[in-house]
């Protein structure tokens, strides 16, 4: 099928499931679009975070812009050092090149939209962290960051 056939047929679909779900840990992601669908322009995915989870490390991206829209709960988004409180309805953009983390600091799950463009970091890197962390044990933050740099993903260590 090609890309203006199954643009189509997302189009049309009344209400799409996740077209894959990925386990990292308490987190999820549920991705709806990836670069397969968009011909690499962008990915869109829910990501579920629960209470306390402050993941991943400080980090930019090298050549992926994402912004982040609140649906449930309530999740700190920081961004250049500056803390933006994403709740349902609200909205933040990380241009690339922005150092950003998040954090879960409330009492409930949070789920928020995220949209990448181009669709460069994708299920693959969810994937590749959660082979590494299935392993057990804590995680090799040297490993974790291998991972990352190979998704264009670059960690920032803590001042």
Same mark, same amino acid.
């Given at each position: 099928?090609? =890309? @203006? ?5 997302? #189009?049309?679909? %009344? &209400?799409? +499931?996740?077209? *894959? ?7 999820? #992601?549920?991705?709806? !679009? ?8 962008? &990915? ?5 975070? %629960?209470?306390?989870? $402050?993941? %991943? ?8 812009? *994402? ?11 920081? #961004?250049?050092? +500056?803390?933006? *409180?994403? @709740?349902?309805?609200? @909205? ?5 090149? $922005?150092?950003? =983390? !998040? ?8 789920? @928020?939209?995220?949209?990448?463009? %181009? ?6 890197? !969810? ?7 299935? $392993? ?9 960051? *291998? #991972?990352?740099? $190979? ?9």
């Amino acid at each position: 099928m090609g =890309y @203006s056939e199954r643009l189509r047929e997302i #189009i049309t679909e %009344p &209400c799409m +499931q996740p077209k *894959e779900i990925i386990k990292i840990g308490a987190l999820e #992601i549920r991705f709806l !679009f990836d670069g397969d669908d968009t011909a690499g322009t962008m &990915c869109m995915f829910e990501f579920l975070v %629960p209470p306390g989870a $402050k993941v %991943p490390a400080a980090h930019y991206h090298e050549s992926v812009d *994402e912004a982040i829209y609140g649906l449930e709960g309530n999740l700190t988004f920081t #961004i250049d050092g +500056q803390p933006h *409180e994403i @709740s349902p309805g609200q @909205s933040a953009f990380v241009p690339r090149g $922005k150092v950003h =983390y !998040f954090i879960n600091n409330g009492i409930e799950t949070s789920r @928020s939209l995220s949209v990448l463009t %181009p669709a460069t970091i994708g299920p693959q890197y !969810f994937r590749d962290v959660a082979a590494l962390l299935a $392993k057990g044990g804590p995680p090799d933050p040297k490993a974790v960051a *291998e #991972i990352m740099r $190979k998704h264009g993903l670059i960690v920032v260590p803590p001042k």
